[in-house]
């Protein structure tokens, strides 16, 4: 769960700030309905295990509240390389397919 302190300059600009964790969906779908937009970026894991399950299940539960929220705009940063091609290693933990 992150700490709302370190965005306090957002909210004086008029942000609401939400918080939600990770490996459970209906926070996320909390913190997701009603925005404007949506913003994730899910944290690597550097000591992965086999399959990558952890890295699976967050993006299950992310793929999961987009669904059910359905904010009009949706961003994911891949802070790892979800952009590249399987086989790479754990770079390609969070790639959906």
Not at 1 to 15: E, F, I, W
Not at 19 to 34: C, P, R
Not at 45 to 50: E, G, M, R, S
Request: a positive charge; proline letters at 8%.
């Amino acid at each position: 769960m992150r700490d709302k302190s370190k965005a306090a300059h957002l909210a004086k600009q008029g942000v609401e700030l939400v918080t939600g964790e990770i490996s459970d969906a209906e926070s996320l779908v909390k913190a997701m309905q009603g925005c404007e937009g949506v913003f994730v970026m899910d944290p690597p894991n550097f000591a992965p295990k086999p399959g990558f399950p952890d890295a699976r299940a967050s993006l299950s539960n992310i793929h999961a509240a987009l669904a059910k929220a359905t904010p009009p705009k949706a961003v994911y940063l891949s802070s790892i390389g979800a952009q590249h091609d399987p086989g790479l290693g754990i770079i390609t933990q969070v790639r959906s397919s």
